[in-house]
């Protein structure tokens, strides 16, 4: 990813937390100041990764050891000098930092190391392929490996004496600055490795596809693998295969007549990451979203809040794809001058295909759930009309709650307008504070004694054409006092069937983040809240029912969440 959100380090300087020293030292000045400032800083979170810089890059796992490989500005102020730092961990939860990874040496990179992937070759050995500006400012891609195989910290890279292995010329038309972040290489079936690059003609986004028979020259196909009109600039793409059948992942080269293809790509437009599903011919290497597949910004979307920049990796140790993001800020520049901190990384996703073949579906790896103490139950319990129920004996600022609720008369649901098509704007519309029939009802979350301040994750039940329609919304409309905050409403149409009768719900909460999942993992929306009274331990929790007809609770589990050990 090119230009999202620099502002980390120059705060810090400004602050005069930091000094403005060689790279690979202000990461562990950087590391130290976060460490000894979270505990009296009400919005850091507890067990939400948390690095120096924004954004991710290469995630792989080598030897056991999972890897992050995220951006870092020590200049932040200016593009510059970015740096690639790197934390691992043996369960997804708890980090150990090291020092940068990648940072620029040469005139391929001199001006800068962005964003990449990581590919495990056929020997067993990763190589990093990332972008890189060089010394005329171009987007060009460079290759990185391992200086000592045996070292499972992986904590020296050497760079190739041949970078840069792609970079634009006059003969390929590929503009200078919109030439970035190759995604993870697979092998076609002649054995030449393939890697896209995001790039964009106009506002034509393109796929550009790379070959190579042993990992350093590198020549450009005469097509993309995909493009698509009027979608801008594609940055951080990512394409991977998923089975049909299972929640299984697999090798990121597997190809046949059991799997899909996924591609995902990061609008620069809209700060959304999109995707489509359909098959990919590894002949031709041309890939075809399936018939129905919607390109772009109003289709389907990893995540319907705040999250970008994402990365897929196949853990063949547990056999499933892991996918990661940046969750960028909701408060003002002036507040995150205040924090001395800014960007987050969302907790990692186990992904699959959805049995109906269409659509991802998303939940968090199983290993954030060591993190859970102090469980609380509730089942069978009736939310009448406008009540509210809270949740006690949690920590609500720091929790993990799920909840399946049980609905009946769904033929009382509110009509569904034909107008009614931007789901973002119906949850605007029709927020928790508006009555409805079947709904509002969901979770309060983040909320103040009194309710002045609360974050609203719920649903919403419609009566469509020959359907019924769910509607999932974040309203974040009244979640801070503070109105310098972003306080976007989010919302996605929920696919479920609603002959079950039963809607599902599991929220992540950590201080500023509310990442939640909706009818197991169909739906998912990450916000961004900053409340002024609901902090620590002035959270609460509750469950609340907004909508004329009664709602039952079938079961309601949440847990503290424990710290997690992180840089």
Request: charged fraction near 20%; hydrophobic fraction near 35%.
């Amino acid at each position: 990813m090119a230009n999202s959100n620099l502002g980390l380090f120059f705060v810090l300087a400004l602050l005069g937390i930091v000094e403005l020293e060689a790279s690979h030292h202000v990461y562990k000045h950087l590391q130290t100041f976060q460490s000894s400032s979270s505990a009296n800083q009400p919005y850091r979170t507890g067990y939400h990764f948390q690095p120096p810089k924004n954004w991710i890059n290469g995630v792989m796992i080598y030897k056991g050891l999972y890897h992050f490989f995220y951006q870092y500005n020590p200049k932040g102020a200016v593009w510059g000098n970015i740096v690639w730092a790197h934390s691992t961990s043996e369960d997804l939860v708890n980090w150990t930092p090291h020092e940068p990874a990648i940072y620029p040496s040469q005139p391929s990179d001199i001006n800068g190391c962005w964003s990449g992937s990581a590919t495990i070759l056929s020997s067993g050995k990763p190589a990093m392929l990332y972008t890189g500006i060089d010394s005329q400012n171009r987007q060009v891609q460079n290759l990185a490996i391992p200086k000592n195989l045996s070292d499972p910290y992986l904590t020296e890279w050497v760079k190739s004496a041949k970078n840069p292995l792609m970079q634009p010329t006059a003969q390929n038309h590929i503009n200078a600055s919109s030439f970035r972040d190759p995604t993870t290489a697979w092998l076609g079936p002649n054995k030449e490795w393939r890697v896209i690059i995001g790039s964009k003609v106009n506002r034509q986004g393109l796929a550009i596809l790379y070959k190579s028979k042993n990992f350093v020259n590198w020549y450009q196909s005469k097509t993309p693998l995909h493009s698509a009109d009027n979608t801008g600039m594609w940055e951080c793409p990512d394409f991977f295969p998923a089975l049909l059948h299972g929640q299984n992942g697999v090798d990121t080269s597997l190809n046949g007549p059991n799997v899909k293809h996924v591609l995902k790509v990061s609008l620069d437009d809209t700060k959304h990451d999109c995707y489509t599903i359909g098959s990919y011919d590894n002949v031709e290497d041309i890939y075809t979203p399936d018939e129905g597949s919607v390109e772009g910004d109003s289709g389907l979307r990893y995540d319907y809040g705040k999250y970008y920049a994402s990365k897929t990796f196949f853990d063949n140790v547990q056999n499933r794809r892991i996918l990661t993001s940046w969750i960028n800020e909701s408060s003002s520049v002036a507040d995150d001058i205040k924090k001395g901190w800014s960007g987050v990384h969302a907790i990692p996703r186990k992904i699959w295909l959805d049995e109906s073949g269409k659509q991802l579906v998303q939940w968090p790896v199983v290993e954030i759930e060591k993190l859970r103490a102090n469980h609380v139950s509730l089942a069978n319990k009736l939310l009448e009309g406008g009540s509210v129920i809270e949740v006690p004996g949690v920590t609500a600022a720091q929790a993990d709650v799920e909840v399946s609720f049980e609905i009946k008369d769904f033929e009382k649901a509110e009509v569904l307008e034909p107008s009614w098509t931007n789901p973002q704007l119906l949850c605007s519309r029709k927020g928790a504070s508006v009555k409805g029939s079947l709904g509002p009802f969901g979770l309060l979350v983040l909320a103040s004694e009194g309710l002045k301040e609360r974050t609203a994750v719920f649903f919403r039940i419609f009566k469509g054409h020959n359907k019924y329609v769910v509607l999932m919304c974040s309203d974040q409309s009244r979640s801070s006092l503070n109105q310098d905050n972003d306080m976007t409403t989010y919302g996605a149409f929920l696919d479920v069937d609603n002959r079950q009768h039963k809607l599902s719900l599991r929220s992540l909460i950590d201080h500023s983040i509310v990442e939640s999942f909706g009818g197991g993992g169909k739906v998912c929306i990450t916000s961004r809240v900053y409340p002024t009274l609901a902090i620590n331990e002035a959270a609460h929790l509750y469950a609340f029912n907004n909508g004329n007809q009664s709602i039952k609770i079938l079961e309601l589990n949440a847990w503290s969440m424990k710290t997690a050990k992180i840089n």
